[in-house]
């Protein structure tokens, strides 16, 4: 009786260790933002503008990334803008993700008239230009976190509900789900200790990217001055600004763009990486 | 009498055959079913693709709701029954899958599959009894801790057996169960059956479309055909004198061990 299959191991999550050490790295540059910050990200001083980045001759100690047209510290900037962009990761990703699971899965096991009116409304959804739809409900909402919170919940909730429909039906067809009926299971308790076990590994790969398409819509909502007011650093806001002197000062431009291309491409191989680590089912 | 069927009828919507506006036509799959299960029987239920048999044992399970005729299961009339008032029913009859890779949750470990059950009818010493079920089914304790994937389809099937038996129900029904396995896996899982319906006093339902299979294991036998019941009755003269022109085929399918043939 005693065979192999027990015994095998797992690769090693490279990828989830380098997507975690940079998430990681970014939650603390966060945390400590105003202990970590070389200067005052709001700082303005003309004597200090435009300043390069360290290794080019010019640049000023204190000044690593160099500052852009108002001399503010780029790198304060960045380091200060982890922090929206975190939170707006976090808080937005996670109520997107739990609303549009919790729609899928009713929609997607329970089928009948709850998955008509669900579906409907993500057609409905889908026919809408996300950006513009940001913008308008910004527009109507008002600027501020709150606001771009909740309207990348409103417009991202359809991705969630249709591809966990689409799973919940494939597993709902599954005889397991038939043997809990056979074993007296309510349908609510088959749903949630059955068909969401199953999903799970979908749901953390959608929800990881969802905080990176996060990060992205309000970098986009601040490039078109839609985000949070000016006095607060955002990287989307830094990227507009740094847009206008690019050919004067290109770090301003830059540096906010590999951090958020980092951080945007970390998030979706987090996703990918704990699948592969905590799965118990090896594909 | 365990189950009492009587005139059993059962239709389904045909989705791809649905016009744009208005219901869909519907499919008969079982025309009126009559046959009882005795307490304490093995019956075999044997038939063809499409001939409603695994309908049939989803229908006595009330996973699907016959649209005519009954079903009396020991005494009470189940045919309409709702979800809740067949709950506590449910105890007493079980059900051992065809596919014992789709029928086990795959990020459950054996024990929680087969705890399962044991939970939901609110059973006390639901440890032991996962212990226990697992030795009737001679797999070894330290299963309790290891996925679906990680055993051989026999094993599974194993595991199959022991989920249904923990609630120790009156009843199984046990669809298809070996035609997913190899010839030694499957000689060793009805032997397994076979000892369990002896000590436990089970009544069993077995489905399958391999004659063989149901010529060692039951009794009574019951053959289907297009669902409809074209004979039924005790194995061993259903096999001396088969009265259907369809039951003469399926026996003759059975290869029969032939010393003269030449592989040539």
Same mark, same amino acid.
């Given at each position: 009786?005693?065979?192999?299959?027990?015994? $095998?191991?797992?690769?090693?999550?490279?990828? =989830?260790?380098?997507?975690?050490?940079?998430?990681?790295?970014?939650?603390?540059?966060?945390?400590?933002?105003?202990?970590?910050?070389?200067?005052?990200?709001?700082?303005?001083?003309?004597?200090?503008?435009?300043?390069?980045?360290?290794?080019?001759?010019?640049?000023?100690?204190?000044?690593?990334?160099?500052?852009?047209?108002?001399?503010?510290?780029?790198?304060?900037?960045?380091?200060?803008?982890?922090?929206?962009?975190?939170?707006?990761?976090?808080?937005?990703?996670?109520?997107?993700?739990?609303?549009?699971?919790?729609?899928?899965?009713?929609?997607?096991?329970?089928?009948?008239?709850?998955?008509?009116?669900?579906?409907?409304?993500?057609?409905?959804?889908?026919?809408?230009?996300?950006?513009?739809?940001?913008?308008?409900? $910004?527009?109507?909402?008002?600027?501020?976190?709150?606001?771009?919170?909740?309207?990348?919940?409103? $417009?991202?909730?359809?991705?969630?509900?249709?591809?966990?429909?689409?799973?919940?039906?494939?597993?709902?067809?599954?005889?397991?789900?038939?043997?809990?009926?056979?074993?007296?299971?309510?349908?609510?308790?088959?749903?949630?200790?059955?068909?969401?076990?199953?999903?799970?590994?979908?749901?953390?790969?959608?929800?990881? =990217?969802?905080?990176?398409?996060?990060? $992205?819509?309000?970098?986009?909502?601040?490039?078109?001055?839609?985000?949070?007011?000016?006095?607060?650093?955002?990287?989307?806001?830094?990227?507009?600004?740094?847009?206008?002197?690019?050919?004067?000062?290109?770090?301003?431009?830059?540096?906010?763009?590999?951090?958020?291309?980092?951080?945007?491409?970390?998030?979706?191989?987090?996703?990918?990486?704990?699948?592969?680590?905590?799965?118990?089912?090896?594909? | 009498?365990?189950?009492?069927?009587?005139?059993?009828?059962?239709?389904?919507?045909?989705?791809?055959?649905?016009?744009?506006?208005?219901?869909?036509?519907?499919?008969?799959?079982?025309?009126?079913?009559?046959?009882?299960?005795?307490?304490?029987?093995?019956?075999?239920?044997?038939?063809?693709?499409?001939?409603?048999?695994?309908?049939?044992?989803?229908?006595?399970?009330?996973?699907?709701?016959?649209?005519?005729?009954?079903?009396?299961?020991?005494?009470?009339?189940?045919?309409?029954?709702?979800?809740?008032?067949?709950?506590?029913?449910?105890?007493?009859?079980?059900?051992?899958?065809?596919?014992?890779?789709?029928?086990?949750?795959?990020?459950?470990?054996?024990?929680?599959?087969?705890?399962?059950?044991?939970?939901?009818?609110?059973?006390?010493?639901?440890?032991?009894?996962?212990?226990?079920?697992?030795?009737?089914?001679?797999?070894?304790?330290?299963?309790?801790?290891?996925?679906?994937?990680?055993?051989?389809?026999?094993?599974?099937?194993?595991?199959?057996?022991?989920?249904?038996?923990?609630?120790?129900?009156?009843?199984?029904?046990?669809?298809?169960?070996?035609?997913?396995?190899?010839?030694?896996?499957?000689?060793?899982?009805?032997?397994?059956?076979?000892?369990?319906?002896?000590?436990?006093?089970?009544?069993?339902?077995?489905?399958?479309?391999?004659?063989?299979?149901?010529?060692?294991?039951?009794?009574?036998?019951?053959?289907?055909?297009?669902?409809?019941?074209?004979?039924?009755?005790?194995?061993?003269?259903?096999?001396?004198?088969?009265?259907?022109?369809?039951?003469?085929?399926?026996?003759?399918?059975?290869?029969?061990?032939?010393?003269?043939?030449?592989?040539?």
């Amino acid at each position: 009786m005693r065979d192999a299959r027990g015994d $095998i191991k797992r690769p090693l999550g490279l990828r =989830l260790w380098l997507s975690g050490g940079w998430l990681l790295l970014l939650a603390l540059a966060a945390l400590l933002a105003p202990w970590i910050a070389p200067q005052d990200p709001l700082a303005q001083d003309l004597f200090t503008s435009r300043l390069p980045p360290f290794w080019e001759s010019g640049a000023e100690p204190g000044f690593w990334l160099g500052s852009d047209s108002l001399g503010r510290d780029v790198l304060s900037r960045i380091i200060h803008g982890a922090r929206l962009a975190l939170i707006v990761a976090l808080v937005a990703g996670t109520l997107t993700c739990i609303i549009g699971t919790a729609l899928g899965l009713i929609a997607g096991y329970y089928r009948g008239w709850p998955d008509r009116i669900i579906s409907r409304f993500v057609d409905i959804w889908m026919a809408f230009p996300p950006v513009l739809f940001a913008i308008l409900l $910004i527009a109507v909402l008002g600027t501020g976190l709150t606001s771009i919170i909740i309207a990348i919940v409103v $417009i991202d909730w359809t991705r969630f509900a249709r591809v966990i429909r689409a799973e919940a039906m494939t597993q709902g067809a599954m005889d397991y789900v038939a043997s809990a009926q056979v074993a007296g299971r309510k349908r609510m308790g088959t749903m949630l200790a059955e068909i969401l076990p199953n999903v799970l590994p979908t749901v953390v790969a959608l929800l990881t =990217l969802e905080m990176g398409i996060a990060v $992205i819509v309000e970098a986009i909502l601040s490039f078109v001055n839609l985000s949070i007011s000016t006095d607060s650093p955002t990287w989307g806001g830094m990227i507009s600004e740094g847009r206008t002197s690019v050919h004067q000062a290109w770090w301003v431009l830059v540096f906010p763009l590999i951090t958020l291309f980092f951080t945007v491409l970390s998030f979706s191989q987090l996703g990918e990486g704990l699948k592969d680590r905590f799965d118990p089912v090896l594909r | 009498m365990m189950y009492q069927i009587k005139d059993l009828q059962l239709s389904l919507p045909d989705m791809t055959r649905k016009p744009l506006l208005g219901a869909a036509p519907r499919i008969e799959i079982l025309r009126g079913l009559t046959f009882d299960v005795p307490q304490g029987a093995v019956l075999g239920i044997v038939g063809g693709s499409g001939s409603g048999k695994s309908t049939l044992g989803r229908a006595m399970l009330r996973l699907l709701e016959p649209t005519g005729g009954s079903i009396t299961f020991n005494g009470q009339d189940i045919t309409h029954l709702a979800e809740d008032d067949l709950r506590p029913m449910r105890a007493q009859m079980q059900m051992i899958f065809q596919d014992p890779m789709s029928s086990l949750n795959p990020r459950r470990r054996v024990g929680g599959i087969i705890a399962g059950p044991l939970h939901v009818q609110g059973h006390e010493g639901i440890g032991a009894k996962v212990l226990e079920a697992l030795d009737m089914v001679g797999l070894p304790r330290s299963f309790a801790n290891r996925y679906p994937h990680e055993l051989s389809g026999g094993q599974r099937q194993r595991v199959g057996i022991a989920r249904a038996i923990a609630l120790r129900p009156e009843f199984i029904l046990a669809d298809e169960i070996v035609s997913g396995l190899d010839v030694s896996s499957q000689a060793q899982v009805l032997n397994l059956l076979q000892e369990l319906v002896r000590e436990l006093g089970l009544t069993l339902a077995f489905i399958s479309h391999d004659m063989s299979v149901i010529r060692r294991l039951c009794d009574r036998t019951l053959v289907l055909y297009r669902g409809e019941i074209v004979e039924q009755g005790p194995t061993a003269a259903l096999f001396a004198n088969p009265q259907a022109a369809y039951t003469r085929d399926l026996l003759d399918a059975i290869p029969l061990p032939d010393p003269d043939q030449v592989w040539a």
